[in-house]
C-alpha cells in the first residue's frame, strides 16, 4: 500500500487547518508526542506523508474512532489474513491517532474481542501477551484487558 | 443465523448468490476462529502465519502456499488432484489470490463443503462458489486418510 493510499479521512469537520509536514512514512512515529494530528492521503506527493495539525476534541476523536471500528469490522470481517486486517486503511488511521487511542481501542476490546493486539503493540510498545496464548482471541484479549486495568486505562 | 454485513458479502462472494445449489449458514458469527482452524477441526484458535495467531512449529511464518502445505503437512495432509469424494479419505481445498493463500475449505462426507469465513458465519457451499474477489481462486486440494479421532470442536 502505497503512503499516498494509506489514510483516507474526512477533513470538512474540522474548523481549522494548516498543513504541517511531519516527515516521511518511515520516519514518523504516531506516538511521538503529535496527538492532534491527521494523515491526508491521496496527494501525489512522491514518497511523503503530510498532515493537517488541528485542535480535535475528546468528542470528534471517540466519534472518528467509532466510525473507523465500524468500517474496519465490516470491510474485514470475511478474511482470515491477520496481515491485511491491519494494513486496511481504517485499522492504520486509528493507530495513526497515537496514545490517546489505547483507551479507546482497550474499551473496544471489552465489549468484543477482535484483533486490535497489533495496534496495541504499536501503541503501547509493550506486549502482554504470552507465545502459549498466541492463536486464542479470548485469552489474548484478557491478557492486554488485565494490562489495561494495570495501567489504568480501563 | 445471521450474515455479518450481507451487502459486502455478496460482493465478496458473488458466486454464492448466483449459484444453482443454495449454500447453508451452519454457524454464527465467531472472531475466535478461522477457516484453517475449522478445516484442521479446531474452533476454538485462529490459526494463520502472524504473531498473533497459532502457527505450528518449525513451519514457515509467511503467506506461501509452501508454507501452507507444510502447515497441513502436520497434520497428515497431502497434495491430491483434485475435489471429488473419495471414499476413506478427508480432503481440504486451498483457495488463493495471485499465489497467496487466503482461504481454506473441509470437504463434508455429502461432497459439499464446509467454510468458516474470516469473523463470519461458517457455511456449506460448492467448492467453486467461494471463487471470486475476496479469496481468489482454488489453489489446490489436499487429503488424508480419514481419521476415527474425534475433533476437538463442537460441529464437524
Known sequence: MSPQELYTIDVSSTSQRGICYLGDRESFNPSSGLDNYIFLSNLKLGSSLWAYSVPITDMQLNQRFTNLVREWKRETVNISSIQQMVLHSCYQEIIAMGPKAIHLILNELKQEPDFWFWALRALTREDPVTEDIRGDVMAMREAWLDWGRKHAYL | ?156
Open chain 2, 1 to 156: 443465523m445471521r450474515i455479518y454485513n450481507p451487502r459486502k458479502f455478496f460482493i465478496s462472494f458473488p458466486r454464492l448468490a448466483k449459484s444453482p445449489f443454495p449454500f447453508t449458514v451452519a454457524s454464527p458469527v465467531d472472531t475466535g476462529y478461522n477457516c484453517i482452524a475449522w478445516v484442521v477441526g479446531e474452533n476454538y484458535r485462529w490459526w494463520w502465519p502472524s504473531r498473533d495467531s497459532y502457527w505450528p512449529t518449525g513451519c514457515p511464518q509467511e503467506i506461501t502456499i509452501s508454507a501452507f502445505k507444510k502447515a497441513f503437512a502436520t497434520l497428515g495432509y497431502e497434495l491430491c488432484s483434485d475435489g471429488r469424494r473419495e471414499v476413506g479419505y478427508e480432503k481440504i481445498v486451498l483457495y488463493a489470490q495471485k499465489n497467496e493463500p487466503t482461504h481454506a475449505a473441509r470437504q463434508l462426507t455429502s461432497g459439499r463443503w464446509t467454510s468458516k469465513l474470516g469473523k463470519n458465519v461458517d457455511i456449506e457451499h460448492k467448492v467453486k462458489d467461494l471463487e471470486g474477489p475476496c479469496y481468489g481462486k482454488v489453489a489446490m486440494y489436499f487429503r488424508r486418510p480419514r481419521q476415527n479421532v474425534q475433533s476437538s470442536t463442537t460441529s464437524i
